[in-house]
């Protein structure tokens, strides 16, 4: 689908010698017999992206101002999920930030002390939201205003729900999109941009993902993912450390001496070798 500067819908066609199209990205398009034809992609500012099964690169999104990943007490949220949606993300220094859903449901057997070490590693937003508090709802709102923004994250954190509450006319929307692709009510099987009351900003709704691998991204990308990790990697006595039990390692002692979290520095070593 594509949409004009008047907000008109189309269902389009696309030039086959083109490369892969993505929601939020730009294109030029002509009318041929009446139906839009897609003819060139114009240039990204970012993307985001993960490698899908056998390995290939699979474009979710592009265009982005902020990126927000969503988390909850249930499910249980995975840290080391979290480590590679970062790497991504800083790949192109897109502002990002957390946000801790369904709050009302934290209890003393919720653990989200990792956060800290994401506070601790990058100027990070973390935001608290309920459905059954409005107050998180209107804050979330005003971080959304005059910005395209995408919800990441696992399947069941409410990423659909916090998009309905954002927007109230969702619903509108939704029909609008389903009358043009004449596909029936949509659901998040597929990404899809939303806009804000008035069109005062834009809100992409992704599919909910178990991993997210970042085997196309360079090595230094993933360093870059982990700037409280390297900051005591260059400081190893020897340049070929492994970080484990190598002499004179500067990352083993920041962990004895409490200044670096161990769960980062396991996620940092296993992401490096899978990366091959």
Do not use: W
């Not at 927000?68 to 590679?84: G, Q, W, Y």
């Not at 992704?206 to 360093?223: A, C, K, M, Q, Y």
């Amino acid at each position: 689908m594509v949409e004009d500067e008047a907000h008109t819908l189309y269902q389009a066609n696309i030039r086959q010698n083109l490369p892969t199209i993505v929601c939020g990205d730009y294109v030029y398009c002509t009318f041929e017999n009446e139906i839009p034809v897609v003819l060139q992609l114009i240039e990204r500012t970012n993307e985001l992206a993960r490698v899908s099964y056998g390995q290939r690169k699979k474009l979710i999104a592009a265009n982005l101002d902020q990126i927000f990943i969503v988390i909850a007490p249930k499910p249980e949220p995975s840290p080391s999920l979290i480590d590679r949606y970062l790497i991504a993300i800083k790949a192109f220094d897109i502002p990002m930030g957390i946000i801790i859903n369904k709050s009302d449901m934290i209890d003393e057997q919720s653990d989200f002390s990792f956060i800290e070490e994401y506070q601790q590693a990058f100027d990070i937003e973390i935001l608290f939201t309920s459905q059954n508090d409005p107050d998180s709802i209107a804050t979330l709102q005003a971080a959304l205003m005059g910005k395209t923004s995408i919800f990441v994250g696992q399947s069941g954190v409410g990423k659909s729900s916090l998009t309905n509450a954002v927007i109230p006319n969702l619903s509108l929307q939704t029909q609008r999109i389903s009358a043009t692709t004449g596909l029936g009510n949509h659901t998040t099987s597929a990404t899809t941009l939303y806009y804000l009351n008035d069109h005062q900003g834009a809100l992409i709704d992704s599919p909910g993902v178990r991993s997210f691998n970042v085997d196309h991204l360079t090595i230094e990308s993933i360093h870059n993912g982990f700037p409280d990790v390297v900051r005591f990697t260059r400081q190893c006595k020897f340049s070929n450390c492994n970080h484990l039990q190598d002499p004179g390692c500067a990352v083993a002692q920041a962990i004895e001496e409490n200044l670096l979290s161990e769960r980062r520095v396991d996620s940092y070593l296993q992401i490096l070798r899978s990366s091959g």
